[in-house]
Structure formats: structure tokens, C-alpha cells
């Protein structure tokens, strides 16, 4: 279980980074824009054979994985629409005002962002000992333009460094929580319900790419975030051979 914890906090812990380095640096919006398309390629990859692939096999010949895939991206649908209602709409967006940097909106949009890659981490190492590498990386990346464009967002309403790496420090212990429950909490589930979780999961990170991340990666990172997005998934796709 502690291993779990630590390689969801691993996972996740490029949220903080990304806070350190918006406190640091000045990035420019075309480069946010290029890392935000390697990691949407790298999430494709990682879901499409980590995770759909995988649920597919475990459950070959049932409906499960389908129903799964449209389960997990209905219900992100519906819990984003929520949230965005709440001010967080624009989370992911590079150039968003700080007027629409709610925090408690922006955090509850981060954690559900957070929260399917984190289970699906923690579903691996029950089912395999091991963390996937491609899923990990994949994550790690994923998470660094979100917080880079969080923080900045959080400094032009007036807040300081310190409290703004608090609360990536205490978003990324959250989320790694949630890979204990995907470690533990499936522990005793059928194959059939594993992979419907497996397809749940996939299917809500597949909808929060469309909506949100590879939108912003064309706006801002232009046609080289599409030569990037290829990339990504091909690093991801090496990993996942070299795995096998």
C-alpha cells in the first residue's frame, strides 16, 4: 500500500513542480503549449494500451470495457459541466484570467483531472507488482503545464509562493491517496468489473484530453503541438513494448 502511495505521489508530484517553476521561470505561452501536446500524445498511448487494450483482454467477449469507456466519460462530462459552473471552466487554459481562478473550483477540477490517472496507477501495481512506466510518465507530464498555468493564474490574484506550492503539495498527497484506493479497494473485484475501471478511467481521460488539454495545446503551441502530440504518443508506445 506504501508503495502505491509513493509512486502516485511520484506521479503527481510534477504539480508541484510545475508551481516551482511558474514561481521561477517565465514560460512562454507557445512552449506551455508543445509540452501540454506531448503529454496529451502520451496519454493517448498510455490509455490506449495500458488501458482499453488491456480492459478489453481482461474481459474479452463481455460488454464491460464499453460500457466502462462511456460510463468514465459521461461522468467526467457531467462532473466537469459541474465544476466549470462553479468558475473553474478554463482551468487548463494557458492565458486564463485570474478572475476565473476560483480556488476551491480550480482545486476540485484539478483533483477530478487527477483522480483516474492516480486509480489506474494503483490498479497496475495490484495487478502486476509494478507501476506502469508509460502511465507514470504520462501523467507526470500531463500535470506540469496544468499547474504552470494554475499558478500563474493564482500570482496575478495576489497570491504568495509559499502558499501557492501548499496547495499543489497537498492536491498531489491527494490524488496519491487515490492510488491507494486503486490499489486496495479493487483488490478482491472480479476480472470483468477490473476492467470495466480500467475502461472508466480511460474513457474520463480521454474526455478531459478532448475538452480541455488538446484544445490548448493547437491554440498555443500551434501545428509544432501536433508534431509534439506524435511524439508523446511514441515515446509512450516505446515504453509500453519495452514492458512487455
Not at 9 to 14: K, N
Not at 73 to 83: G, K, N, P, S, W
Request: charged share 10%; proline share 2%.
Amino acid at each position: 500500500m506504501l508503495n502505491a502511495f509513493l509512486w502516485g505521489l511520484l506521479a503527481t508530484s510534477s504539480l508541484i513542480l510545475g508551481g516551482v517553476l511558474a514561481n521561477r521561470l517565465k514560460l512562454s505561452n507557445k512552449t506551455l503549449g508543445i509540452v501540454m501536446g506531448f503529454g496529451a500524445g502520451a496519454l493517448i498511448s498510455a490509455v490506449s494500451y495500458e488501458l482499453i487494450l488491456e480492459s478489453v483482454k481482461l474481459a474479452e467477449g463481455t460488454g464491460y470495457p464499453g460500457l466502462g469507456l462511456f460510463a468514465g466519460a459521461f461522468t467526467f462530462y457531467f462532473a466537469d459541466f459541474f465544476i466549470a459552473r462553479l468558475g473553474a471552466r478554463d482551468r487548463m487554459a494557458i492565458k486564463a484570467s485570474e478572475q476565473s481562478r476560483l480556488v476551491i473550483p480550480m482545486v476540485l477540477a484539478i483533483i477530478l483531472d487527477g483522480i483516474p490517472e492516480s486509480i489506474v496507477i494503483g490498479l497496475g501495481i495490484f495487478e502486476g507488482g509494478t507501476v506502469s512506466l508509460a502511465m507514470l510518465v504520462a501523467v507526470f507530464i500531463s500535470n506540469l503545464p496544468e499547474s504552470i498555468a494554475g499558478s500563474t493564474g493564482m500570482r496575478a490574484s495576489g497570491w504568495g509562493r509559499k502558499k501557492i506550492i501548499l496547495l499543489w503539495i497537498i492536491i498531489a498527497l491527494v490524488c496519491a491517496v487515490s492510488t491507494i484506493a486503486g490499489y486496495s479497494l479493487f483488490s478482491g473485484a472480479p476480472d470483468h468489473w477490473l476492467a470495466f475501471i480500467q475502461a472508466f478511467a480511460g474513457g474520463a481521460i480521454l474526455m478531459m484530453l478532448a475538452n480541455s488539454m488538446m484544445p490548448e495545446a493547437y491554440e498555443h503551441g500551434g501545428k509544432m503541438a501536433g508534431v509534439l502530440t506524435v511524439l508523446g504518443f511514441a515515446v509512450s508506445l516505446t515504453m509500453v513494448l519495452m514492458e512487455k
